[in-house]
């Protein structure tokens, strides 16, 4: 495949992320900061959200399994992924998490167990979206290209 | 290590988030400020040479021109951390902004009321880091119109 039609391509997925509503604006803004001296920025934010994510999926896993249910400990772990989600523009992991806090206001642990499935389910979704996406890039750039810039109103 | 580069403004960063401080430090460096990132007040209050059992502020070689803090941390809040700057000799004159990812209009009247110099909203944005000039421009000419002629 030549450079132009990978970019096409590119721009094709990008543009269903955002209808989809996986992505967010916040999304184009860490595209924006990545240049030639940083090359790899967005890369290096993703692995690093992927990680940070990770950990705080086994924290809470462990949180809403305990016998006597620390909601504070949830809400605050709930409150981390919010944020990080919101920084990386993961839409709707992002609102999963405030869906999620809601409940842990109420006390209500079964929601809450199930509010916990949820957000799984959509970091999951954005891990493998977010994943194919930089492969595309990946290969734009070995091929010689550069990464289309995008703008969403 | 404190020292700012030739004319470059030195911004402290604070941020328990990993994934923020990444964010603000490439933001603030694509404004050409010089970035210290830690992620606790705590940090920060050490790295400013703010220690609270130590009478006299030491380290009077670090260079900081603004403090740019999370709100919400565990232990010593943003909050705090403002307090504290304000209430410092050496430092109070140093501009603070606070960063938050809840819009709760008393917090942010606190820290105005407290000496924050603007408050802003997580995500942080470019067009939120391309206010922070003005403030860092006022201080320094407030700093050399205090300091006695030495050249």
């Known amino acids: 495949m030549e450079v132009g039609q990978m970019q096409r391509q590119w721009m094709g997925y990008m543009k269903s992320l955002f209808m989809e509503g996986f992505l967010d604006g916040q999304f184009l803004q860490l595209q924006q900061l990545q240049d030639e001296n940083n090359p790899e920025f967005v890369v290096e934010v993703v692995s690093l959200f992927f990680e940070d994510s990770e950990r705080i999926l086994k924290d809470l896993s462990f949180a809403v399994d305990q016998q006597s249910v620390d909601f504070k400990k949830i809400d605050a772990h709930v409150h981390q992924f919010k944020g990080s989600s919101a920084s990386i523009g993961a839409q709707r992991v992002k609102n999963a998490c405030i869906a999620f806090r809601n409940f842990c206001e109420e006390q209500n642990i079964d929601a809450c167990r199930s509010c916990l499935q949820q957000v799984k389910q959509e970091y999951i979704h954005v891990k493998n979206k977010l994943e194919t996406l930089l492969r595309l890039e990946q290969q734009i750039v070995a091929a010689g290209g550069s990464i289309p810039m995008m703008e969403w109103n | ?151």
């Open chain 2, 1 to 151: 290590m404190g020292m700012a580069k030739d004319n470059q403004f030195h911004v402290l960063a604070v941020d328990d988030s990993i994934i923020d401080r990444m964010l603000i430090e490439r933001l603030l460096k694509t404004s050409s400020f010089q970035v210290t990132a830690v992620d606790s007040a705590t940090k920060a209050l050490k790295f400013l040479g703010l220690v609270e059992d130590v009478a006299s502020e030491i380290h009077q070689d670090v260079d900081v021109n603004l403090i740019i803090t999370d709100y919400c941390m565990p232990g010593m809040t943003g909050y705090d951390l403002l307090r504290k700057v304000k209430e410092s000799k050496s430092f109070k004159d140093i501009p603070v902004v606070i960063m938050s990812s809840e819009n709760v209009p008393s917090r942010i009247n606190r820290c105005l009321e407290e000496g924050a110099e603007e408050f802003f909203l997580k995500p942080v944005q470019q067009s939120d880091v391309n206010k922070l000039k003005p403030h860092l421009l006022k201080s320094r000419v407030k700093e050399e119109q205090e300091q006695p002629i030495n050249n």
